[in-house]
């Protein structure tokens, strides 16, 4: 009897470290959603294998045509979190990325797919990389309320616009034509253009103010773009923010006269 | 009784395996100073030196003004062939002793637009102070094959430390608002490393008696290993030359 007992037991441990093993990578967690790897997998060979490749590096048949080039999830470094730089994302991240797609780039939104859908290709995304087994995202960062643009607030976004170098890389009118801007390369070594801020009113990883505020405050992993969390207080980032804001409209002007 | 504390124990094994904490060994080791042993010698180059190029810094006026003079700093080497900016450790020999990271940050200073120094070694989990001397912005991107990418911007005076889990050699290191700032970050899990100065010496102290496979990384020239036999009290004699 005893025997039989401890043969149960191990074998609800087998039951555990099987289940434990394969929730960690084979499962996404998005709201109430459940995503599962083994069906994301059915979806990335129909919808994703053309561009980020049958193994996930990035290297799939479109890959050199497109630029910038699609993401290699075997290293798990995003552009589009909500996590501070050198952070894992949140499971949300990559959900978002997928529906929103990633503006001035090749990825386009997946908002077709069924929200289940999208849940499941995360979970499969997330095979790609060890890095989701050993280690956990950092909190996300907190986004406090925007305050209400001014002219003095714009001002101020200027004169950070100017100390932080942002024109050595977006140029000084913000068309991603700085003396730098030739020089950039992602992290797999093919050149980068800096962001036209000039273009609209939608940031790489958002089409809203948040989403400028997010991205300065992230910095885009991957890419040149570094994090302005540690030397900017929210309300400096907000003055940027509300200074890129106007950046269009002034080249507009510009280009007018 | 017995059987079930057994199972009991194998479940919380299981549990904690399953639940992705890793076991890890608490036992530390220092290095040993109670019968110094060292392995010194001198890093050097032959061939033609390469002729450094002056940098040019004028998009940034704050860096112009900083450093008139500035040139690159891929291969710098003394007259008399002593080869600086080596990074020199034990590749080898040490087995599974662990090390705890020194208490004291590493410090690496962007100092007239260039990295001071141009290449820092420091161990795993020990804190890298960066520094901010210029009157300038830097954003300061490591970009490691086997550690976390971070990159962030760092104005004036700004504190900032950044730390790396797990060894590399080296992590190159850039400032994409300054494209020509570039140096190395060498990440140990021991620390047992050197980084050779102008005259191109090193001097590995407190290596327990063993054998070691040293080895001498240079960013633009590769690496070089040898083998070398410790005994307790014994100093050890080693050069490298890297040839071009």
């Known amino acids: 009897m005893r025997l039989v007992a401890n043969k149960t037991n191990i074998a609800m441990g087998l039951i555990i470290l099987l289940s434990g ?10 709201g109430n959603l459940v995503g599962n790897a083994k069906h994301g997998k059915a979806l990335y060979q129909r919808y994703c294998i053309f561009c980020h490749g049958p193994e996930g590096d990035g290297n799939g048949q479109s890959a050199p045509y497109l630029d910038p080039k699609p993401r290699d999830f075997t290293k798990a470094t995003f552009k589009c979190r909500s996590t ?15 529906t929103r797609g990633v503006h001035a780039s090749g990825m386009p939104s997946w908002r077709p797919l069924l929200r289940q859908e999208r849940a499941d ?44 170098n942002c024109a050595l890389c977006h140029g000084k009118e913000g068309r991603g034509n700085g003396p730098s801007a030739a020089t950039l390369t992602d ?36 890419t040149p773009m570094p994090s302005f969390a540690s030397a900017l207080k929210p309300d400096q980032i907000w003055d940027l923010v509300h200074y890129i804001a106007t950046l269009p409209a002034a080249a507009k002007l510009a280009d007018s006269r | 009784m017995k059987s079930r504390y057994v199972s009991l124990a194998i479940l919380a094994a299981l549990a904690a395996f399953a639940s992705g904490h890793r076991l890890t060994e608490v036992a530390a080791a220092v290095p040993d100073s109670s019968s110094p042993t060292s392995v010194s010698g001198v890093v050097k180059f032959e061939g033609t ?19 008139s003079g ?38 690496l200073e962007q100092k007239g637009c260039l990295y001071r120094p141009h290449v820092v070694a420091l161990q ?25 990418e971070s990159n962030m911007i760092q104005p004036p005076g700004v504190p900032l430390d950044l730390t790396f889990a797990r060894e590399e050699i080296a992590i190159p290191v850039k400032c994409n608002v300054h494209p020509w700032m570039r140096g190395y970050i060498a990440v140990f899990k021991h620390p047992f490393f050197a980084v050779t100065g102008k005259d191109g010496s090193f001097d590995l102290k407190d290596l327990p008696p063993g054998t ?30 890297f040839k071009q």
């Open chain 2, 212 to 241: 070691y496979t040293i080895s001498a990384w240079h960013g633009k020239l590769g690496t070089q290993s040898q083998k070398v036999t410790v005994s307790a009290g014994q100093s050890q004699k080693l050069d490298f030359v």
């Open chain 1, 84 to 98: 501070p730089s050198g952070s894992l994302p949140l499971d949300s991240d990559l959900y978002d990325t997928i």
């Open chain 1, 21 to 30: 093993l394969t929730s960690y990578a084979q499962e996404s967690h998005i």
């Open chain 2, 49 to 67: 030196v390469p002729k450094p190029s002056p940098i040019d810094m004028s998009s940034d006026p704050n860096c112009k003004s900083n450093s």
């Open chain 2, 124 to 148: 795993s989990n020990q804190k890298l102070n960066v520094v901010n001397s210029d009157s300038t912005t830097h954003n300061i991107h490591p970009m490691p094959a086997n550690n976390r």
């Open chain 1, 187 to 222: 992290t797999r070594g093919y050149p980068i253009r800096p962001f036209d801020l000039t273009s609209g009113t939608s940031s790489k990883c958002g089409n809203s103010d948040e989403g400028f505020f997010r991205d300065l405050s992230t910095g885009l992993d991957g």
């Open chain 2, 70 to 107: 500035a040139t690159t700093e891929d291969i710098v080497a003394g007259a008399n062939g002593s080869l600086e900016n080596a990074v020199v450790f034990v590749a080898d020999g040490l087995g599974d002793r662990t090390f705890q990271p020194p208490a004291q940050p590493a410090v």
């Open chain 1, 121 to 164: 290709l995360v979970a499969y995304i997330k095979t790609f990389s060890p890095r989701f087994h050993e280690e956990k995202p950092d909190p996300p960062i907190q986004i406090p309320p925007e305050p209400s643009t001014s002219p003095e607030s714009v001002k101020r976004g200027g004169q950070i616009f100017q100390s932080m």
